[in-house]
């Protein structure tokens, strides 16, 4: 104190041994701004604030993958509970394509591998395509398209009836055709796939309207001579596929002859024999 009872300006502050605070004179510590090194120095602009929510997401992400996998693999929910066939027929029965199937009740929806079912069916020689899908959720689709028979084709004491590609789809016995006979050159090989064949199929999709109920042969004794013979005793030689609409216009002028052959294997060269 000063001489007069008055403190000495700085007196009411005491100095810290370190010289890191300084008390005011209010008794109140007041504290330096905090160093680089300071706990309390401020966090970079670029730090996480919030470490856990980044955790929390993750941890999201693989709970929803995990239910996901189980629903699919796992769950009761999402299994094959019925089997649905489309296109059978007496030919092609349900149960032989469920047989062929191998599509088991119970079974994980996601599980069903569409392509092995298919070729599976496919095996049926009756089908001629098939097509599996899965209708969710719990419903597996087997749609099949049989094979159609278009000729008759005479064997020792039956015929095979064939489709459009020589694929036998079912046997009958000898007596009146059921189908317009097929005469094809003999083949190691079988019909199946034979170019004859098809080339006949194409020409009877090819004939008039009007004539193909009149069909009671064919023959092709290569895929460019399909020759076709009527009810009534007249011929058609029609040649090779093609040219459909020249062909049917030219053998429309040529029937009014009432001729036995009618020739339009060419066309714009057109002819009849009788």
Known sequence: MTAGGRRAPGAGAAVAADGGERASATGRARRPPAGPGHPQARRPEGGSRHPWRAISLAVAVIGLVAGVAWALLGSRFLIVRSVQVVGADRLVPRSRVLAAAKVSVGEPMIGVNAAA????VEHISQVASVVVSRDWPATVVITVRPRVPLFAVGRPGHYRLVDADGVTVRTSARGAPPLP????????GGLAGDPAVRAAAAVLGEL???????????SAATSAGVSVGLADGTIIDWGQPGDAGQKSAELAVLMRTHAHVYDVSTPGVAVTKQ
């Open 208 to 218: 008039p309207h009007s004539l193909v109920g009149q069909v009671r042969w064919l």
């Open 181 to 188: 006979v097929l005469t094809v050159p003999a083949s190691r």
């Open 117 to 120: 079912v298919r070729q599976r």
